[in-house]
């Protein structure tokens, strides 16, 4: 199929994209990598009537080192140049092992770092990651901008906080904690697949090697990432070992998350890669935490 009639803009400034969407709101959409947004429109599963092209505004093509130590990255990175960034890899080693979990080489090369955010897939690998590594938006409209923290950014099934006239410029992460080790673990049926379970684990650790924080948030099992709350607060201030690793896991998996049922996946197989993969994120993220922090 093809997609149906629309207007096409191709803005080279933020400025210039955000009047045409301030004029044309919810007739809009934005296009940025066009690898969820153009399947959609040739299956007639979206229909704007007005296409903003944000391909030729240079200044959201960015990677950048903060002062504090943290990560700026701005919304049309390509996943191909954060896949291959040292600056990823130093100070958001998570988002350095989510990249390559993104769909094929050739999708990596188009698929940008805001699109995937902004489409609020819940098996997004980016959403995720953001939630665990405590990450910020910076969303901008004609009247102003706003910072919104990742954990509320997605609100449901491929919706966000985003308003029809803002642009999300740009995504920040803090400094990368000393003694920090991070995993992610994710199952799906075929190689590039989505996953049909998948979990991101950041664990920092004190002198003593227990527990100073815990982060576990999963894809696939809800409308967007799932923070597994008891599974981190059980895991504060002890000792990691392979019994609290084992107790939180299965909390994560049968308090933590209530999954669905489709046709890849039961809501109890999901239960049960849920315990598993938790527990195999946790213990890397473990060991990383105690090497090199990465």
């Keep these: 199929m093809k997609p149906a009639p629309f207007k096409y803009f191709a803005p080279t400034t933020i400025d210039e994209a955000l009047s045409l969407l301030a004029e044309h709101g919810y007739e809009a959409k934005v296009l940025a990598g066009g690898q969820s947004l153009i399947p959609m429109m040739n299956f007639r599963l979206a229909q704007p009537s007005v296409i903003v092209d944000i391909n030729n505004i240079k200044e959201l093509f960015y990677i950048s080192p903060c002062d504090d130590g943290g990560l700026r990255i701005g919304a049309m990175s390509r996943h191909g140049q954060v896949e291959h960034s040292s ?10 092992e989510a990249i390559p979990h993104i769909g094929t080489v050739h999708i990596r090369s188009r698929g940008t770092f805001g699109g995937s955010l902004v489409h609020a897939d819940p098996s997004a690998e980016l959403a995720t990651v953001s939630v665990a590594l405590e990450g910020s938006f910076l969303l901008r409209n004609q009247s102003g901008e706003r910072w919104v923290p990742a954990n509320e950014f997605f609100v449901g099934l491929f919706t966000s906080v985003l308003e029809p006239d803002e642009l999300l410029v ?9 003694r920090t080790g991070c995993a992610l673990a994710e199952v799906s049926r075929r190689p590039h697949d989505f996953a049909l379970v998948g979990v991101a684990a950041v664990v920092t650790l004190d002198q003593s090697n227990r527990c100073q924080q815990a982060r576990l948030v999963f894809l696939s099992v809800g409308d967007g990432p799932i923070e597994a709350r008891q599974a981190m607060e059980m895991l504060k201030n002890k000792a990691l070992t392979q019994e609290n690793i084992l107790a939180a896991a299965e909390t994560a998996a049968k308090k933590d998350i209530d999954p669905g049922s489709d046709i890849h996946a039961s809501a109890e197989y999901r239960r049960h890669l849920a315990e598993v993969l938790s527990r195999r994120a946790l213990e890397t993220a473990y060991q990383r935490a105690r090497g090199d922090g990465r």
């Design 87 to 96: 600056v990823v890899a130093e100070r958001a080693p998570l988002i350095y």
């Design 170 to 178: 740009e995504a920040r992460f803090p400094p990368w904690p000393s």
